[in-house]
């Protein structure tokens, strides 16, 4: 841990207590802030088991981890844990009960928030009216709730802090596995929600022509993936599966050793943009107005614009509520493996 002197403003609190893309999608304000008050005191809250996503930032000073299934007892635990910390500014990232819970006279001056375009948003998920002037990214909605204390977008997008006995560690893993650095493919299968999966016999197709054309992947994701990745190596065992065996920080390392990662939109698509390894991330029924779109230039992203009923949700559903799902299967594996063809040359 890093520890600073007394700055103008001596000590920011900052509160995003999940996802794994939410909490990545932080760090260009971490690095602004530690760019604006060099020598501040900068804390964040976050739920335990997304802790390492910034566990080793060199401008975070300290992690203070909120339990996975916590309750009032640790939310009454954690403001006081805040009060008496006497911090200068909190931001809060989040915008739920549990944050304004957290920050509830914790200052004497209002508390900033994440601004969620939650009106617009229901207008667009609810009756298909886009009333978004611009599309905002959440990193850059995370920046405006420091808007107050000057700082900047530097540009330079999200980043993760890894250790170099992970790279040793999962470097190893690699090479048992057969796999060469930058000589092999990321597939994330899994999502949160059934309507942000790309269909498993998709994937399948997909895996079969990049072995059918010399190319070779691993399967990432946590343990709730393993039935997709188990699926993916019955019908194609030469595939190396890393599902529910890897921690985030793990992942994060093969993820910067891949050529690409092909991914539905989830938190692994954020971490790998943020280890600088391009995505091709398939799209459903979520949005870029919805702010989580890639942001690497080298990234494409595929979708149907044409299929109107998208988005149906902001966080997805756990069905196509129309019952046809077209705005993933009319997806189909040949157009992805052009794109992979096209930018990487296969």
């Not at 790309?198 to 190319?215: A, D, H, K, S, V």
């Not at 009923?309 to 196509?320: N, T």
Request: hydrophobic residues 40%; contains cysteine; charged residues 25%.
């Amino acid at each position: 841990m890093q520890i600073y002197p007394d700055s103008e403003h001596k000590k920011i609190l900052l509160i995003r207590l999940s996802a794994i893309g939410d909490i990545i999608l932080t760090t260009p304000l971490i690095r602004a802030l530690r760019q604006r008050f060099p020598a501040a005191w900068i804390d964040f809250i976050t739920k335990s088991k997304y802790a390492d996503l910034l566990r080793f930032h060199p401008a975070v000073s300290q992690i203070y981890e909120f339990p996975d299934h916590g309750g009032l007892t640790d939310l009454r635990t954690a403001r006081q844990w805040i009060r008496e910390q006497r911090y200068d500014i909190i931001l809060d990232l989040h915008r739920n009960v549990r944050s304004y819970a957290l920050t509830w006279r914790q200052l004497h001056q209002p508390v900033p928030r994440l601004e969620k375009f939650a009106f617009r948003r229901f207008l667009l998920v609810k009756f298909g009216i886009n009333c978004y002037r611009e599309v905002v990214p959440v990193y850059r909605r995370y920046l405006r709730v420091a808007g107050h204390l000057g700082v900047q977008n530097d540009g330079l997008g999200t980043e993760l802090f890894i250790p170099g006995e992970i790279f040793a560690h999962v470097d190893r893993r690699l090479q048992e596995a057969g796999l060469a650095v930058k000589r092999f493919f990321a597939i994330a299968p899994g999502a949160g929600f059934a309507t942000k999966r790309w269909p498993i016999e998709y994937f399948i197709e997909l895996g079969r022509n990049l072995f059918q054309n010399g190319q070779v992947f691993c399967i990432l994701g946590d343990r709730q993936d393993r039935p997709l990745a188990k699926q993916i190596r019955q019908a194609l065992p030469e595939a190396v599966d890393f599902t529910g065996r890897l921690s985030l920080l793990d992942s994060a390392a093969v993820l910067s050793r891949a050529r690409a990662l092909i991914t539905n939109d989830t938190g692994l698509m954020h971490m790998a943009e943020a280890v600088k390894t391009p995505v091709v991330a398939l799209f459903g029924s979520t949005t870029r107005e919805l702010g989580f779109f890639p942001m690497l230039p080298e990234s494409e992203v595929i979708e149907n614009p044409e299929i109107l009923c998208r988005p149906c949700s902001h966080v997805g559903r756990h069905q196509c509520p129309k019952g046809h799902f077209l705005c993933m299967r009319s997806l189909e594996p040949k157009k992805v493996f052009a794109v992979l063809q096209q930018t990487f040359g296969i």
